[in-house]
Nanobody
Framework: QVQLVESGGGLVQPGGSLRLSCAAS????????IGWFRQAPGKEREGVSC????????YYADSVKGRFTISRGNAKNTVYLQMNSLKPEDTAVYYC??????????????????WGQGTQVTVSS
């Protein structure tokens, strides 16, 4: 069974940090670009950050550039999103997705073939 599972969300104060994890089961992520997307209530889904299958290329939305870092785990079947200097406007449900697509920017614009169930991130004092 192909599955993506996100974890690491929660409540954090402005300026704080969280690390989200996306773990795959039932398939290997080696051949897939992976993206992190978010959706806040009443807003469209946004491609936050995406990484190529090799891990050599990454894309960041302007809204998170310099604050978020996407990476592939050593075990290869996990992808992380390190989120620093969090702002209230980062509050959303965050989803990871996988798709065999190039270039990596396309992943963040098109979305994935496989999706996780999402994890809530709330930035509030």
């Amino acid at each position: 069974q192909v599955q993506l599972v996100e974890s690491g969300g929660g409540l954090v104060q402005p300026g704080g940090s969280l690390r989200l994890s996306c773990a795959a089961s039932g398939f290997t992520l080696d051949y897939y670009a992976i993206g992190w997307f978010r959706q806040a209530p009443g807003k469209e889904r946004e491609g936050v950050s995406c990484i190529s299958s090799s891990g050599g290329s990454a894309y960041y939305a302007d809204s998170v550039k310099g604050r978020f870092t996407i990476s592939r785990g050593n075990a290869k079947n996990t992808v992380y999103l390190q989120m620093n200097s969090l702002k209230p406007e980062d509050t959303a449900v965050y989803y990871c997705a996988a798709r065999n697509i190039w270039p990596v920017q396309a992943m963040c614009h098109v979305g994935g073939d496989y999706w996780g169930q999402g994890t809530q991130v709330t930035v509030s004092s």
